[in-house]
């Protein structure tokens, strides 16, 4: 791929002096299910090795930075990881490198079914406020009706960052300013997006949650795309959700909380096992918001305007060493792929990721609508002409993986995406721009 020269294996991403970004996938502090630390986020060593390079490339600045999921207690992740230590001895070793971020402006935890949050836990000059207006790939599934949803979040805040003609992102401010930024994400399946990988990765550049639509109220039959269908008591469901994330008061919460426990045994009763939170291939919401920062990465500029001209070089190096499965992305089980994917698209990376996991890319809307024609593109070459170089052969990546490499256990709501599926609604759009080889490399753990 041309990347390591006389300074290293980043000697040609990095050019001396250049501000350097790494973004690894440090969502939570613990797996919710009993599969570990290891399928959950981006492996310690590959962070080190990571950091390592670029400061032998010579970077004047390097950081490393997130924003996990509001319940993330991120000084115990980074204990049990040991980037704790090895980051404040690396600081007092070389002053280039400016230790780990913590991107996120709110922290929060559940208390007898209140959500209590820790607001304002950075200044907003720490971040750049984006606004896409029309140009979001949220704009064609905004309706004015309010109905965009992040779980375990209060909807009025959603209301005020995203409708029809404004779409506004907060991205954190030293992810503009990089020249370089290192994509680190971990490869595993994920309930409401299919897939998290290089695409995904990027929600960890914004600051609040708030600006982050995940899905949107409704089952499919009423214009929504929380869940398949309809049904009365996943009305309720949602209603009650609602009432939850409104109150800040322990009485009305616990009353709330109960009412949904009660709920969702009603449902599963019924047969249910998808839930409201937009967990299914039909989720038509959170590709589009993906896709929304992976345009302001590469296209944004510090002073919060978008150019027709990328802004800095991104490049994305996934820990598929041991992958997840199962229900990613807060609780996988492990997925032995011993892979390290290394690429310089986004797109190209998830196209062989989801192929990793046994999906067909096209089903995954995430993948598939990131080969789409839009302004400030992700792509321009078609996606059958993504190509791999390294372990799994040489070669277009349609004929090096026409089966199955791996035993994958996908999302229940994701099943019908995979290879031997059903296939999966998504929006229509085509990738036939211009064509371009996009490599993609595949190197084992121990190479």
Not at 280 to 290: E, I, L, P
């Amino acid at each position: 791929m041309g990347w390591a020269n006389e300074r290293g294996p980043l000697g040609n991403v990095i050019a001396p002096g250049a501000r350097v970004l790494i973004k690894p996938n440090l969502v939570l502090h613990r797996n919710e299910g009993p599969g570990g630390v290891d399928p959950l986020v981006t492996h310690p060593s590959l962070i080190r090795a990571t950091v390592d390079a670029a400061l032998r490339a010579g970077a004047s600045r390097v950081l490393v930075g997130d924003a996990p999921i509001q319940g993330c207690d991120l000084p115990v992740l980074l204990r049990t990881t040991g980037l704790d230590a090895w980051a404040s001895t690396l600081v007092k070793q070389d002053p280039r490198f400016k230790g780990i971020r913590d991107f996120r402006r709110t922290t929060c935890v559940l208390v007898r079914g209140v959500r209590v949050a820790a607001e304002h836990k950075q200044p907003l000059e720490n971040f750049v406020l984006f606004d896409l207006g029309s140009e979001s790939l949220l704009q064609p599934i905004t309706n004015g009706g309010d109905r965009f949803r992040v779980t375990w979040y209060d909807p009025r805040l959603l209301h005020t960052t995203h409708g029809p003609g404004f779409h506004k992102y907060l991205v954190s401010r030293e992810i503009m300013d990089a020249d370089v930024v290192i994509s680190l994400p971990k490869l595993k399946t994920h309930r409401k997006a299919g897939i998290t990988c290089a695409l995904k990765n990027l929600v960890g550049i914004n600051g609040n949650k708030e600006y982050l639509p995940h899905h949107r109220l409704g089952g499919s039959a009423a214009g929504g795309d929380c869940y398949p269908g309809d049904s009365l008591v996943k009305r309720a469901l949602e209603y009650v959700a609602d009432r939850q994330n409104l109150t800040d008061s322990y009485v009305a919460g616990a009353f709330w909380h109960g009412l949904d426990i009660a709920l969702s045994r009603i449902s599963r009763w019924q047969g249910d096992s998808l839930g409201i939170d937009g967990s299914w291939s039909g989720n038509d919401t959170v590709w589009r918001m993906c896709l929304d920062l992976n345009r302001i990465l590469l296209y944004g500029r510090a002073d919060a305007t978008m150019t027709d001209r990328v802004q800095r070089r991104v490049i994305h190096i996934v820990d598929a060493v041991m992958a997840g499965q199962g229900n990613g992305p807060l609780a996988p089980d492990p997925l032995p792929m011993g892979l390290i994917l290394a690429a310089q698209n986004a797109a190209a990376t998830d196209w062989v990721g989801a192929r990793l996991l046994g999906y067909d890319p096209v089903r995954i809307p995430l993948v598939h609508g990131a080969f789409h024609r839009f302004h400030w593109p992700l792509v321009d070459f078609p996606s059958d002409r993504i190509q791999l170089v390294g372990d799994l052969g040489e070669g277009l990546t349609g004929k090096l993986l026409q089966r199955n490499l791996y035993a994958v256990d996908q999302p229940l709501g994701w099943r019908d995406a995979a290879e031997s599926g059903e296939p999966a609604t998504v929006a229509p759009g085509n990738g036939n721009s211009t064509a371009k080889k996009a490599e993609l490399a595949t190197r084992p753990w121990d190479a």
